[in-house]
């Protein structure tokens, strides 16, 4: 049994990092190559992600719903054949418009039918007692299979560019991106058969019977569940954040594309040590004073890096605010759904919410890329790329400020009352034992 959950938990970190690397590592990694193929610019390329936002936001709450009322096996696998074929199509490079409709695409089988499900199996492994740790090791492990890959594709990248990177032709460049995305398909659509090979089927009482939305206005009604969605609204700003850190590498401090590119991988390497880290810290303490204290280095980190020219002894500065930067953007994301089992959410509401904090949390889908790109494009070099830490510093301490409402909140006694979900308790799933996702 005990190998049975590392297994699944295996299967859970692979699956849930590759099924966003088409529309997200792409453009992280790869942003500079990426904008010359498709003769993007910043505030283009912004836009499309805002398109992925809107479709997503549209399948955060009917998915958390979904996974309430659906296996976790099928809405996984699903997610990631369907991605993976998006990629596919990627891979011809086609135009403007075709590739508004595929980041659309991409909002739908990534959010709707994955996220929910994902979220629901990582609550049902930790338990109780290990919230901090589940999802510290699901984001740790994350971070190492997008550094494992994003390091092959890196070298697939170098291998087709000539020697010096900025002497390559048009064609050489696309040919080198193409490839990139080949990989990035090729590895999702394996994610989804290991997905249906190692994720136990789940029993007939593993999911809740009834209307898969019968939840949602409890949660709809719960201020603690708004100020932990406002908690990830902040908390993926400074994610998404690190996107342009590539783009800051090549523009600011003189790097090609792929040393630029190397240069986001090897912060992504951070991420398989800080979710872990931040997680036992969690489970010892508190994970909402933790988010606190995070937030409020993340506020320093960004001023500095909005006040620094990257000149002399100072460039060191730059590289450690940096690896500061990931350290803590990566604790949060280890962390934020830990708030779950330390607000009381019933364990039968799980799906519900998720899908109302994903909804509002992650709406940074929508709006930050088309924001971080104007605000890039206005200003080129590095008054726009200081401009854009400034925009940063400003989400940080907003995080700060929310995390005292959340605080709050709860010595009113709000985590503890649920108005409503007496009459949906004969609903409540066993995690854990009989039925459980974990089951063989």
Known sequence: MRMSRYLVMLTLVIAGEMVFSLPFHTARFFRPTLLDVFNFSNTQLGDLFAVYGVTAMLGYFPGGALADRFSARALLTASLVTTGAGGLYMATLPGPAEMAWLYGYWGVTTIFLLWGALIRAAR????????????????????????????????????????????????????????????????????????????????????????????MSIVLRRPIIWAQAAVIVCAYCAYKGLDNYSLYAVQVLGMDEVEGARLATYGSYVRIVAPIGAGLIADRFDAARSIGVTFSVLAGVFFLLHVLAPEGAVLYVVYFNF??????????????????????????????????????????????????????????????????????????????????????????????????????????????????????
Not at 143 to 151: N, P, Q, R, S, Y
Not at 374 to 381: T, V
């Open 124 to 215: 049902e492994w930790g338990g109780p007692e290990s919230q901090g740790i589940a999802f510290g090791v699901l984001e740790a492990g994350r971070g190492a299979v997008a550094a494992i890959v994003a390091t092959l594709a890196v070298s697939v990248l170098a291998w087709y560019l000539p020697e010096d990177a900025t002497l390559a032709t048009d064609a050489e460049r696309r040919a080198a991106f193409r490839m990139v995305v080949m990989i990035y398909s090729a590895v999702t659509l394996g994610a989804g058969a290991l997905t249906w090979l190692m994720i136990p089927a789940s029993s007939e009482d593993s999911t809740r019977r009834g209307n898969p939305l019968s939840g």
């Open 323 to 440: 690896f500061v930067s990931f350290i803590a953007v990566f604790a949060l994301r280890g962390i934020y759904f830990a708030l779950l089992e330390e607000n009381r959410t019933p364990k039968f509401l799980t799906g519900a919410a998720v899908g109302m904090i994903s909804v509002v949390g992650f709406t940074p889908e929508i709006f930050f890329a088309s924001i971080a790109g104007r605000i890039l494009d206005a200003n080129p070099g590095i008054v726009g790329h200081q401009n854009y830490f400034l925009f940063l510093t400003v989400i940080a301490a907003s995080g700060v400020v929310v995390i005292g409402w959340l605080l709050w909140l709860r010595r009113t006694g709000e985590a503890s009352r649920w108005p409503g979900a007496a009459r949906y308790s004969g609903g409540e799933i066993n995690y854990g034992h009989e039925g459980s996702i974990l089951d063989d």
